[in-house]
Nanobody, 115 residues
Framework: QVQLVESGGGLVQPGGSLRLSCAASGFTFNSYSMSWYRQAPGKEREFVARITSAGGRTTYADSVKGRFTISKDNVKNTVYLQMNSLKPEDTAVYYC????????WGQGTQVTVSS
């Protein structure tokens, strides 16, 4: 079955960086686009970034464009989210997701940006 396991979250000061990872299994990883979403307290889950199956095309939410970079390692079956210049409003639980026969989600990893 599809499994997505995020890691790499934590507490970071404004202006800092974090790199999230999402290890995937249970499907043919190199055949599917992968996405990152986030959900802040009291808010709906929102799209952050997407990368195509071979990694050739990326899409970002306007709020993270120029600061976040999504990448994909089709050998390690892992998708990454490099987050730079972090702001307090980036505080959220971050989820990776894939759509195969359904949309699947990981358990999420908490990112807190605070001084």
């Amino acid at each position: 079955q599809v499994q997505l396991v995020e890691s790499g979250g934590g507490l970071v000061q404004p202006g800092g960086s974090l790199r999230l990872s999402c290890a995937a299994s249970g499907f043919t990883f190199n055949s599917y686009s992968m996405s990152w979403y986030r959900q802040a307290p009291g808010k709906e889950r929102e799209f952050v970034a997407r990368i195509t199956s071979a990694g050739g095309r990326t899409t970002y939410a306007d709020s993270v464009k120029g600061r976040f970079t999504i990448s994909k390692d089709n050998v390690k079956n892992t998708v990454y989210l490099q987050m730079n210049s972090l702001k307090p409003e980036d505080t959220a639980v971050y989820y990776c997701s894939v759509i195969t026969y359904a949309q699947y989600w990981g358990q999420g990893t908490q990112v807190t940006v605070s001084s």
